[in-house]
Each structure stands twice: as structure tokens, then as C-alpha cells.
């Protein structure tokens, strides 16, 4: 699994603050116009594309040996992903995956072979981008974060990260706390641990969505919810209110009673521990903390998304996690013509 990369970085290169709320009077915006990517043929005319320079070929291949099966299986997932670019295409050629589009779509056509594991997890303890690591006040008044408007329950407020502390004691292990301590999240090192599991208790680094900021750190209780627990997504600009561009999940039937009970309890806890990470392929997207339970099968992930960004994670949420791990092994630009 690679290290999750924010569709949007390139666009909005600043530390966003990033919300993830039950959802109420967002409407959805303009789309791009797309054609749906189905089996690409060999030999097969190709759209020209002089305003975006071209095109560019992106060959994909696993990180391990692939069955047809597996590469099949990716290949689809990859072609709903692909629904929205235009003119993009997905082949498969033996144990590899060729994808096909505009040269001004070349980081969002490579972001198409990443995994897509959505999972969420409790938060037992934070480490602050320069800060210190978080612990859980002993005040009963700790702050518990604040509702917001229409009702809504859930936030990532930076004001509500504690500047001090030292452990999460009795929340891991000693081997997961040395874990925790020396983590890396300053880029210098794959932060993601390719053996971690749903059930297992993790660390892991923020991205730049993270309101907490890039080198924030996290030690991560077992995933309470799962990709397969939200029904659909889709990318809305938000004309009521002002989060613009996100993404709205609806949970199927058993992802919103599970939504219900563990916001319902993360809502009594204190700071960090009121908070849970929505972590994608590894990282930390956003952190929002709870102050109660949240029961309508909704949820809102608002940012710096612009409609673009909004899509690719849209797109890639819907189509689902792929069945292996890819890796990008040769991309090739085709002049316009």
C-alpha cells in the first residue's frame, strides 16, 4: 500500500482544516462533463486533446505477482474510478493495467491504482504538529467541541487539540508506544505499515488535509467502521453554507447503526479521545471530535476540496478499495495530434 496522496495538494498547497459533519442543505454544483471509461481496445482511436498537451500512458503492475482474476477485479474498480475524466480508458494486458488519458489529467490517472482502504478509528492519543503529544485532561470541563450550525454534530476544530501531555497510557501496548514515539511524519520516511490490519490497534501521519497539520501524528484504536459500511458517496458544493466543495457518505444500513454508537460514545470522552480519524490508504485525512451521538446514516468531508479533488475521492470511495496493492511502472506522454 502506498502513502495516501491528497488529490488537492498540488492545487492547494496549505494546511486545510478539514470537517466531517452530519449532512443537511448542501446542493450539488456543476459537473465536468465525462464519458464513462469501459474496456479499451487495442488499436482504438484516441480523442485528441491539444488544450491539455496530449496524452499520457500510465502502466500499472502489483507490488506482488497478480492473477487474472485480481487484475480483472482492479481493472473494473479502476474503470468506475475513471467515470468522471474524460476520454480516460483501462486496459488490461496480461498481468498489467494500461490506462489511457489526457496529459493534463497524468496525476489523476496514476491516482487511480491507489488501494482506497477507508477506515475509521478511534483517536487514543494526538502528537501535534510542533507540539507536544497529546493526553486526555483530567478536567471534567475539558472541551468537548461544539455543534455546528443546522444541527450538525461533528468538527475538526484546531483549537480543540490539547497542547500538552505526555502518553496514552492505558490505551497501548508498550511495544505500540515505542511505535507511536518514533514515528516520522516529517516525509522523510513511508510512514504507512504495510502489515497493519482493521482489528489492530496503528499509528499513523496526517496529511495535508489534516487540520492538525502535515507532521501530526496519531496512535489509532481498531478500525469501528469499514469502506463496505458507506453506501455511495458523491462530490456537492455546498450553496447554503460555506464549506464549498465535498464529499457527502450515506452508510448502508449497518454502517449508520455503527456511526450512531460510536459517535454516541466517543461523545463522553475527553480530548483527544473524543475524536476519530478517517483514514485513507494509511493516512490521516481528518480527525473530528464528537459531542454526540449522530444518527441520521449521513455524513459530510468538507476542505480545500475543489470540484476536481472532490470527484477523485468521490469516485474512488464508490468504486471501492482495490484487490491489490499497484504500483506505477512506466508513464508515457504522447504528443497532441
Known sequence: MRPFRPWHAAVIPCVAMVSLSGCAGSASGPKDGASAAGPAHSGSALPS???GGGRVVVTFTGASPL????????ADRMRKRAEHLTGAEVEERGDSIVVTGR???KDRLEELGDTGELLFRPVLA???AGGSQATPSPSPTAPQGRALTRGLGLRTDPSAVPSAGADASGAADAALQQRFTALDCSGKQDPVDREDRPQDSVVACADENDATGRDSKYLLGPAVLEGTDVKSSKAEF???GAAGWLVQLDFTSAGTAKFAEVTGRLSTNQSPQNQFAIVLDGAVV???Y???????GQAQIAGTFDRRSAEQLAATLNAGALPVDLKVSEVTTLPAG
Open 286 to 288: 481528518s480527525a473530528p
Open 126 to 128: 494526538l502528537d501535534a
Open 290 to 296: 464528537v459531542n454526540q451521538s449522530i444518527t441520521g
Open 103 to 105: 496529459a493534463a489529467d
Open 238 to 240: 455546498d450553496k447554503n
Open 49 to 51: 486533446d491539444t488544450a
Open 67 to 74: 492473477s487474472a482474476d485480481a487484475v480483472r477485479q482492479a
